[in-house]
């Protein structure tokens, strides 16, 4: 490595929650700050009512990334590093009828209060319906220091979007570091609070997995709405059983950059970046870029326009990592055979690997598991690239056939 080696170094991964709230301001002030601060992210970048986060009264998530260095006829060894940072931005203080909103979610699960587990259970419920119940703070700054050279980078993020998003892609520079190091950005000036995130740097070539997350790698009983508020909001997450193994040795065999693509709203992250960071390997999380502020739209942003919605993120991984070599890995309850095969498509010498589970352990499922489902989506996709599996252990022979393009002979 060069001048930047002493500055990169691997990160112990911390799972990272919303900060504890304070005293809310009150109603009046509280609603007057949300329609300056909507109307100012209307006004997009250089709006003069922009204002920096501030500890007091917002609490920032952001979310972990992977640094690539872009692709083009003229690209030299020395390629400058690009990261696109993604920062939500709410207001402290949420509803004060979240004991009520707890109740509601508990009794339409059926918890009745009274068998063992039930306490803990309505405390995941409150602590994961919090993000939904905070305001977005729109029209909101940040600073973000990079810890990747002497003296460590300083980038101005922001204003926040309607939705309290910022998404933002900066340039690090021509920087001497190793495919797969991690370093730790982290707010500036943001109180005694530590906002911190991993960035991991991934050279253009290699392996890349694209895995989606609800009944893929987690239980989440997707066909079934009361399925999808109980292991949501107040069941301990369940790993799908063979899957972290499998997962490890995939790490192992291809040591890929890993990408987890989700359907579910970015209120989620701290959950998903738990689960995730408990059983699989690290790597970035991409979620839906709104908040839905009621059950009903939850449950649609689990199983409306999903193939759209991925195909477009896929799109996008495309743009940072065009030369890697993609595995791509979903269930058959929602979209994922029909949108991965539309990315081969486009993209076929992209996309090396597809694999599907079928999903047994969900009702309603005949249809979605009809081997003419299959057949149809992937008509247009070789039969080498693409299995159906019920049993992770399936798969380790079609992973060995995958390393085997990994070998000179």
């Not at 003069?48 to 030299?76: I, K, R």
């Not at 589970?357 to 989506?377: G, Y």
């Amino acid at each position: 490595m060069s001048h930047g080696d002493s500055a990169v170094a691997e990160a112990k991964r911390a799972p990272q929650g919303p900060s504890e709230p304070t005293t809310p301001t009150s109603p009046t002030e509280r609603r007057g700050s949300t329609f300056m601060s909507f109307f100012a992210s209307i006004l997009g970048s250089k709006s003069p009512l922009a204002q920096p986060a501030d500890p007091h009264q917002n609490t920032v998530w952001l979310f972990d990334n992977t640094a690539y260095q872009p692709v083009n006829d003229e690209a030299g060894e020395n390629q400058s590093w690009h990261a696109e940072v993604v920062a939500c931005i709410f207001e402290k203080g949420g509803r004060k009828d979240i004991g009520k909103i707890v109740a509601l979610i508990a009794d339409h699960i059926g918890l009745d209060g009274e068998r063992g587990g039930h306490e803990e259970a309505r405390k995941r419920i409150e602590q994961r319906i919090q993000p939904f119940l905070d305001a977005v703070s729109p029209s909101r700054t940040v600073t973000l220091q990079i810890p990747i050279s002497r003296p460590v980078q300083t980038h101005s993020l922001g204003p926040s979007d309607r939705n309290g998003i910022i998404s933002q892609t900066f340039e690090m520079g021509h920087l001497g570091v190793e495919d797969g190091a991690v370093i730790r950005p982290r707010l500036h000036d943001f109180g005694d609070q530590t906002v911190s995130m991993h960035t991991t740097f991934a050279a253009p070539e290699g392996w890349l997995v694209i895995s989606d997350i609800d009944d893929t790698i987690k239980r989440t009983l997707t066909l079934e709405p009361t399925g999808i508020i109980q292991t949501t909001f107040a069941d301990v997450p369940e790993p799908i059983e063979g899957m972290p193994d499998l997962y490890e040795y995939l790490d192992a065999e291809l040591v890929p950059a890993w990408f987890y693509l989700s359907a579910s709203p970015y209120n989620l992250y701290p959950f998903l970046y738990n689960f995730l960071h408990e059983h699989y390997c690290p790597g970035t999380l991409i979620l839906r870029d709104y908040s839905w502020m009621d059950i009903t739209g939850l449950i649609k942003s689990f199983t409306e326009k999903t193939q759209e919605y991925k195909v477009d993120r896929m799109e996008k991984i495309h743009g940072w990592f065009p030369c890697r070599r993609v595995l791509c890995i979903g269930d058959s309850t929602q979209k994922d055979p029909e949108a991965y095969a539309e990315m081969y498509a486009k993209y076929p010498g992209w996309i090396h690997a597809i694999a599907i589970r079928k999903v047994l352990d969900v009702a309603h499922m005949e249809d979605k598991n009809e081997p003419e489902r299959f057949e149809k989506a992937f008509e247009n996709v070789p039969g080498h690239i693409w299995t159906v599996f019920e049993d992770p252990r399936e798969l380790y022979d079609f992973v060995d056939g995958l390393g085997m393009e990994d070998q000179d002979f």
